[in-house]
């Protein structure tokens, strides 16, 4: 369970995130959503602790971030916007790197490796090297990596990002299971479409502030609206 | 059994170093250029005296590719930010690049020494000094690694992609070329502040070597002692600045 409460965090004299508070539950997605510029990926790097607070405090799992940063992080894995892959090491070199960085012992993260190219479908680019990786294939990889070591919490950063038709299903269908084994995922995304087939909670940020959460059905109860993105619409004017 | 961060973090940039075969190749050209061209002029009375500028350099350009890969390219391609969001000690994550920093530096010293030591038997330079000299060189070139290292990686952290990375280093270089050549022409007398002084140190003492002298043990301690405080300042330094959101997300 992630917790955040009374972020505050500006650059440059500009307040960037304010005053927000949200919490994402175990076994359920929670969307972060709001336009361009609204604060998503500066409340994710907040919560994952790369960035420091102004005011405010995260918790993981009950784990102040800002006491116990690695306590916080050992419960956390995370998908950053630029995906971040390493074209010369290959897909099982990316796991193993992450597994032994998140500590895990060898005989352990052989058999998580072998799991992950499972159920990421994977194998037949177990051994290849990640140059040349066609961007579904970038994102399964960067998001097997940040779960190498089965973190409670996953948090995404506009997962849904340049990715066809075939890899945004293949991420919705992985993101399901996660929750379905009572994961905590939170994702950002200004993806009205993705968010309401997938967030089973969402949060609407606008100017760094929480606008309204809860279902999509409440939010466009609320709103009167027909659609999530009439509603997004009528909750950020 | 669980493998220490900064020893995983070496492993994996040891790998990715030894697989980016351009780099690699073109670090190793430095490594038998200067030793071939004091070959090529055995007969001028000064050519082992090049040898000490091209050592030096080495122990740069072997640090050079790698530094730049492993930090400045590390955020320009996106793989800094999940990297520095592992549960890990950010010194260990420096400490372990460091180390791989310096191993490819000494490849390039040891390769540039190697390759001095058989243009040696081949020439009659071998009558000017003794193949145990190039030992002594080495003892003396050796801290020259952690010192390049260290302030390859700082530059590398501060630099926002490895384009600029590239141009910095390439000032960078400038510092044992120039030391290297201006120290043969301007030779000032090899004593205590001055072998404490990192690379005019070194280019006194092994230019003293390429001259058949015997080493100055004391000297040499106190040479080496300098530069490898340096780069422990310059790794320090690396760590305090990949605290910096700005350094991390870009300026």
Known sequence: MIQADSLRKSFAGRQVVDALTFSAVDGAITGLVGPNGSGKTTTLRLITGLLRLDEGRVAVDGIDSAQDPIGARRRLGALTDGLGNYPRLTTREHLRYYGELRGMPAAELDGRIRLLLDLFNMREIADRRAQGFSQGERMKLALARAIVNDPQNIVLDEPANGLDVGSARALRTLLERFRDAGKCVLLSSHLMAEVSAVCDTVVVVARGKVVAQGSPAELMRSSNARSLEEAFMELTA | ?251
């Open chain 2, 1 to 251: 059994m669980k493998t220490p961060p900064w020893l995983v973090v070496f492993r994996k940039e040891v790998l990715d170093g030894l697989r980016d075969h351009r780099s690699l190749f073109s670090a190793m050209m430095f490594c038998w250029l200067g030793p071939l061209l004091v070959g090529l002029l055995w007969r001028q009375p000064t050519a082992l005296a090049l040898l000490p500028a091209f050592l030096m350099v080495t122990a740069f350009t072997g640090a050079m590719n790698i530094a730049n890969d492993s930090m400045a390219g590390e955020r320009e391609r996106g793989s800094l930010e999940p990297l520095l969001m592992n549960p890990v000690p950010l010194s260990d994550l420096v400490f372990g690049k460091w180390l791989a920093i310096c191993a490819f530096s000494l490849s390039g010293v040891l390769l540039t020494l190697l390759v001095a030591l058989a243009v040696l038997y081949a020439t009659p330079l071998n009558r000017s000094i003794h193949a145990s000299a190039l030992l002594w060189m080495l003892a003396v070139a050796l801290p020259l690694v952690p010192l390049a290292a260290g302030v390859d990686l700082l530059i590398c952290t501060f630099a926002r992609t490895p384009k600029e990375g590239n141009s910095y280093l390439g000032v960078l270089l400038l510092a044992p070329m120039l030391t290297g050549m201006l120290a043969e022409f301007f030779p000032v007398r090899l004593q205590a502040a001055i072998a404490a002084v990192p690379l005019l140190g070194q280019q006194r003492m092994l230019s003293a070597l390429t001259r058949g002298e015997s080493p100055h043990v004391a000297w040499l301690a106190l040479s080496g002692a300098c530069a490898v405080l340096l780069g422990a300042g310059a790794l320090a330094a690396t760590t305090r600045l990949l605290r910096s959101e700005k350094v991390v997300f870009g300026r």
